[in-house]
């Protein structure tokens, strides 16, 4: 039988017993539904196929929810390289906009995203507390996926709220870093806690802290490394991949940059790698086998920092220190986006712009004159 509006096909079910309708959505997934009867199969097909001739798409009728659950879905299919971490912060902004989950796509309004978004900056229910701008953008970036998924294709939607509202603005945060005098008080406070006799740490922790002011590595990819991936020659270190601890596996870096060769730059780092050398196996490893956990190295961090007089600072403040450092002895962006992994200089710079703002002494060299 031919259809008599549009496409789509109806064919009888073995399994079941009823007659099956069967059509594609506008992003071209599969759909189908049961009917008793073939005729109501057909006159079910029909009004979808007259609905999208009168500008009533097949995606107006799918929900928030459905298109989120969607979204996520295509996103792993298509991105193998989804990060655990990316997903789990994705999935939190998502759960934000259940208050229009149940609404359609072609229902919501302009008006619906933006009293939602009034809701969340003053935490008022459903909410229970009030949410920053930061967390907003990424709720706002959510619905601008869906939408865009939404609004493209063969069978899109003629309308998308999100063109008549404003992105949440971020304002601009600069990388929290060491002062110089800290970094020294820090060191001193390692050195302390290191050739204490008392201290009853099994592992050199501290050449880890060490090592991450001298590098500028994340910790996932610092305590990936392993000893193969080091050249003693060049005195240099090839980072290839993270270890993801939400995981507990080892995954592939977070950029195409990212995977790089990086220079030892302390003399004792360098030392210690040598006096410790194997031929294969992790550099920092734990007694399972498994890379040195977070938690291990943090406390005597925090230990070092009480002693220094430091009140706030986290591992990762440790990387900041590094390449904030290395910017204001050198006055060069570019070394810094290779020792960090960045994948463009947008992003150094966005982080890193004042510490070239507080030494101009280069440019006095350079272009002084009488």
């Not at 309708?21 to 992003?27: G, L, N, S, V």
């Not at 909410?127 to 294709?153: M, N, P």
């Not at 590098?215 to 980072?239: H, T």
Request: overall charge positive.
């Amino acid at each position: 039988m031919r259809r008599r509006n549009g496409t789509g096909s109806v064919k009888w079910d073995n399994i079941t017993n009823k007659f099956r309708a069967i059509w594609f959505d506008e992003t071209g997934k599969r759909h189908s539904k049961s009917f008793s009867e073939k005729t109501a199969a057909h006159d079910f097909l029909d009004q979808l196929n007259l609905d999208k001739k009168a500008g009533i798409t097949v995606g107006s009728s799918k929900t928030l929810g459905q298109a989120i659950v969607e979204l996520f879905q295509a996103e792993k299919q298509l991105s193998p390289k989804y990060r655990y971490a990316t997903r789990k912060r994705d999935v939190q902004s998502a759960k934000l906009l259940t208050p229009l989950s149940n609404k359609s796509l072609s229902e919501i309004t302009a008006d619906d995203i933006m009293l939602l978004y009034r809701d969340m900056r003053q935490g008022k229910p459903p909410f229970t507390k009030a949410y920053s701008e930061s967390q907003l953008k990424k709720t706002h970036l959510i619905l601008r996926q869906v939408y865009r998924r939404a609004t493209t294709g063969k069978n899109r939607l003629p309308y998308n709220p999100l063109d008549d509202i404003k992105a949440p603005s971020v304002p601009h945060k600069e990388a929290a870093y060491f002062k110089n005098s800290e970094v020294d008080a820090l060191y001193e406070a390692i050195d302390a806690i290191a050739s204490n006799k008392h201290n009853s740490s099994k592992h050199n922790y501290h050449i880890i802290i060490k090592m991450f002011l001298s590098s500028a590595l994340r910790y996932g990819e610092l305590v990936a490394i392993k000893w193969e991936r080091i050249n003693f020659d060049k005195r240099s270190i090839f980072i290839c991949e993270e270890w993801n601890k939400n995981l507990r596996q080892f995954t592939e870096l977070k950029t195409k940059n990212s995977k790089r060769h990086i220079p030892i730059l302390s003399d004792e780092v360098f030392d210690w790698l040598i006096e410790h050398r194997q031929e294969s196996g992790l550099v920092f490893a734990s007694r399972n086998g498994y890379p040195i956990a977070h938690n291990c190295v943090y406390p005597l961090l925090k230990k070092a920092m009480k002693i220094a007089g430091i009140e706030k600072g986290s591992i990762h403040t440790l990387r900041h220190t590094a390449l904030s450092r290395m910017i204001a002895k050198s006055s060069r962006l570019e070394d810094a986006q290779r020792m960090a992994g960045h994948a463009d200089m947008s992003t150094t710079a966005r982080f890193y712009h004042h510490i070239l703002e507080e030494d101009t002494s280069d440019l006095l060299a350079r272009y002084k004159t009488a």
